[in-house]
């Protein structure tokens, strides 16, 4: 068994005991391979440096491929996330 799902929405990783995820609420499923489990950083209010919305505000620290954790934080609101990742996914990084 896993010690992590895998949100069906926004791909947040959380702990095998939370069904629905914290972030945007949608169900979750075990996490397909443990070694791509990814390290978010979330804040319950910050500023998006991508729009300059005020809202909840999160960032990719860590993922296969991807390590943010030495870089200057850039928090992004869930809209501005999303179209982070596919800019990630479009270099090749498996988010």
């Not at 996490?31 to 804040?43: C, S």
């Not at 030495?70 to 992004?76: K, M, S």
């Amino acid at each position: 068994m896993t010690d992590y799902r895998v949100c069906t929405q926004c791909g947040l990783t959380v702990f095998a005991v939370q069904t629905s995820c914290p972030s945007c609420g949608a169900s979750t499923e075990p996490e397909a391979d443990p070694h791509l489990i990814e390290e978010w950083h979330e804040k319950a209010q910050g500023l998006c440096v991508d729009c300059g919305q005020i809202t909840r505000v999160r960032r990719l620290l860590k993922a296969k491929g991807y390590n943010a954790k030495t870089r200057t934080p850039e928090f992004r609101c869930y809209e501005c996330s999303m179209k982070k990742l596919v800019d990630l996914r479009e270099r090749g990084i498996p988010v």
